[in-house]
């Protein structure tokens, strides 16, 4: 039993001992590195406030923006064509990349609706070549090269179209009636016509562009053999 007592005793004096090393190590190392550890818990401090601040300050212009792009939109609605597009142009660009290129969307329509084909595609030209979402920048070219129809001349319409034409666009249905309308202004009417036939069987385009275009196929007249009356 003594022996055991002795070991027992032993034990416990080195682990006070090993305690009291590692306390004295530990106040050797905070007295040696404290400005370091302060320093590193202030940035750490100051980068988390910083980033709750940018993005308290992001939130802040998003609905800046919001509200301004509102505010335009109820003064085209108002029929304030003019202060519209001053709102809109001056939100183009100040404000926050989202509403900047809603800015540019809806200013060109206001174009459109103004007559101003050009302008418009010239807006959405600069939308096509931002860094705006892919996806968006598609939807701008398809838009400008419907614009485009009528007086530019059709190969340069097919270059815009034909990327979009792809199986893996989700405008493929509205640029390949873009290109069927270009094979018609060429004077290719059985190109045309053949598009066209596609398009409005297409269970998977959009139940308008099907209407449409099955319209505009009843609207070009048949040439060729096929066209001749039978005795």
Request: aromatic share 4%.
């Amino acid at each position: 039993m003594t022996n055991s007592n002795d070991d027992a005793q032993a034990d416990l004096l080195i682990q006070e001992v090993d305690e009291d090393l590692r306390q004295e190590q530990m106040v050797k190392l905070w007295k040696q590195y404290a400005n370091l550890f302060i320093g590193v818990a202030v940035a750490a401090v100051l980068a988390v406030a910083g980033w709750q601040a940018w993005n308290g300050w992001q939130r802040q212009q998003k609905q800046d923006s919001a509200r301004r792009y509102s505010e335009a939109v109820d003064l085209i609605a108002a029929k304030k064509t003019t202060d519209a597009m001053t709102a809109l142009d001056a939100l183009a660009g100040s404000g926050t990349q989202g509403y900047r290129v809603l800015a540019d969307l809806k200013r060109a329509e206001v174009r459109v609706a103004q007559g101003d084909g050009a302008a418009a595609a010239a807006i959405l030209d600069s939308v096509a070549g931002s860094s705006a979402d892919p996806l968006i920048k598609d939807l701008a070219r398809l838009k400008s090269a419907y614009l485009q129809l009528d007086n530019k001349e059709p190969a340069v319409v097919e270059a815009i179209a034909a990327p979009l034409s792809a199986e893996s666009s989700p405008w493929r249905f509205s640029a390949r009636e873009i290109l069927a309308m270009c094979a018609l202004k060429r004077g290719d009417a059985a190109r045309a016509r053949e598009m066209l036939g596609h398009l409005a069987d297409d269970p998977a385009a959009p139940q308008g562009l099907r209407a449409r275009d099955a319209e505009l196929l009843a609207s070009i007249p048949v040439s060729g053999p096929d066209s001749e009356s039978k005795p």
